[in-house]
């Protein structure tokens, strides 16, 4: 028997790359707001990026890898809690698939 992929929601591998990124919110944060942080895993049309603060579905974000000048925007499918201060946001990429591996020399070690 085949796993049906729709009942978990993800369809393709995600890779364990933790690439050191700057996070915003699209609407309603200061213009200070911007976080430094890191992926958890990543995959063509998503992320897990970790968060100090909490963020609500449906959320709009936009993350930069540090060394890469163009933003990604993505749409917060969930927000779990790790620890005190600390958040696993899952986004879903919004305008076209990522191509992580030319972000690899960019990973955290």
């Known amino acids: 028997m085949h796993p049906d992929h729709n009942l978990d929601g993800r369809c393709e591998k995600r ?34 990026v970790v968060s100090r603060r909490p963020w609500q579905p449906g959320d709009q974000a936009q993350v930069t890898p540090l060394k890469e000048e163009a933003p990604i925007r993505g749409k917060v499918v969930y927000c779990q809690r790790l620890d005190v201060d ?24």
């Open 15 to 48: 890779l364990d790359l933790a690439i050191v990124v700057r996070l915003s919110r699209m609407k309603h944060w200061p213009a200070n707001g911007d976080e430094r942080t890191y992926t958890d895993n990543v995959s063509t049309h998503g992320a897990r």
């Open 86 to 109: 600390r958040y696993g946001v899952g986004l879903r990429f919004l305008e076209r698939p990522v191509m992580w591996s030319m972000f690899r020399a960019y990973a955290r070690p």
